[in-house]
């Protein structure tokens, strides 16, 4: 059995990512584990849920309000990370910019995930910003962030249909699903030492058993 990672992820609502990557965990698709959850919301579902479902997993609130500087807030971010062996940090709708600092902090470390095709609808308002274009396919896209919003390299992307009479908030379900099987996928990928990063590619690396032996 190869070695677990340990995974840090900050969210700051409904945590249904996480509960996806738990759950991965549980069924043996991710060698894994959530060594901590720190969210900036002290009302955030994600922690509510936690409490219940998994009362051993370190969950923290870190509101920003409470610190004099994003410095000071991100310092205790990344104590928390430390203190719990933190290799590989999750954002799972965590719904902060982090400074280049700690972006530059955590090289290739740190990974997110977007409800669309990026680089078409970063931001906010995804799902309504798609329909209002008129796409007919949208996705979701997991990356590693880097100092911009939703531009660092990708991992993996999936495409998901838009439908007619599809409302943002039905499109957001379909897609939602499609994150449940993406980001677990992707974080398996890193655990298993096989993400390459290249300039802005991504290179998925063989599995070493796939490799042919002559
Ligand atoms: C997801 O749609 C994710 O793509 C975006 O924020 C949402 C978080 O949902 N970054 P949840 O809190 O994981 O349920």
New binding site residues.
């Given amino acids: 059995m190869s070695k677990i990672t340990v995974l840090g992820v900050l ?9 996806s990557i738990l759950d991965a965990i549980s069924a043996g698709r991710l060698n894994a584990k959530v060594g901590v959850v720190i969210s900036d919301n002290p009302e955030a ?2 922690l509510k849920r936690l409490a219940v479902t998994d009362p051993e997993i370190p969950a923290i609130c870190i509101a920003r309000r409470a610190y004099e500087s994003q410095a000071a807030f991100e310092a205790d971010i990344a104590a928390q990370l430390k203190v719990h062996h933190v290799e590989l940090v999750i ?4 719904m902060r910019i982090l400074s280049p600092s700690f972006v530059h902090s955590l090289p290739g470390r740190v990974m ?4 669309s095709l990026l680089p078409s609808f970063p931001g906010k308002h995804v799902h309504e910003q798609a329909l209002s274009y008129g796409v007919k396919v949208s996705g ?1 896209t997991v990356h590693f962030i880097d100092e911009g919003t939703d531009t660092g390299p990708i991992i993996l992307q999936e495409a998901v249909p838009v439908l007619e009479g599809d409302t943002p908030e039905t499109l ?1 379900e379909r ?2 699903h499609t ?1 449940h099987i993406l980001y677990p996928r992707a974080i398996e990928l890193y655990c298993q030492g096989r993400l390459k990063i290249e300039g802005r590619r991504v290179i998925i690396l063989e599995k070493e058993d796939d490799l042919c032996e002559d």
């Fill in positions: 969210a700051s609502g409904r945590g249904s990512n996480l509960q579902n994600v954002l799972a709708g965590f997110n995930i977007h409800p979701c957001a897609i939602l994150e």
